[in-house]
């Protein structure tokens, strides 16, 4: 083999084996099995009062607005 078709050999094998990792974690989740992925449990955050309360003091450090209509100043009174 030629030194271009060992880097195309290569190339394509890189190609194909990304392609295969890449689709590895697709799937279809079936409507009987989306209220297990909607539990309490399978939440990033669990607890949404202290994610909120955590919210609200970063974006009043920040003085930026919390990704809703309201724009909050520094001081934190929104």
Not at 41 to 66: P, Q, W
Request: hydrophobic share 35%.
């Amino acid at each position: 083999m030629k030194a271009p078709d060992k880097i195309r050999t290569a190339t394509r094998f890189a190609l194909i084996a990304g392609i295969l990792l890449l689709s590895g974690a697709c799937t279809v989740v079936k409507p009987w099995e989306r209220g297990q992925l909607a539990e309490a449990r399978m939440a990033f955050e669990t607890d949404g009062l202290e994610t909120a309360m955590n919210d609200h003091v970063y974006y009043s450090k920040e003085g930026s607005s919390s990704g809703s209509a309201v724009t909050g100043g520094g001081c934190g009174c929104n």
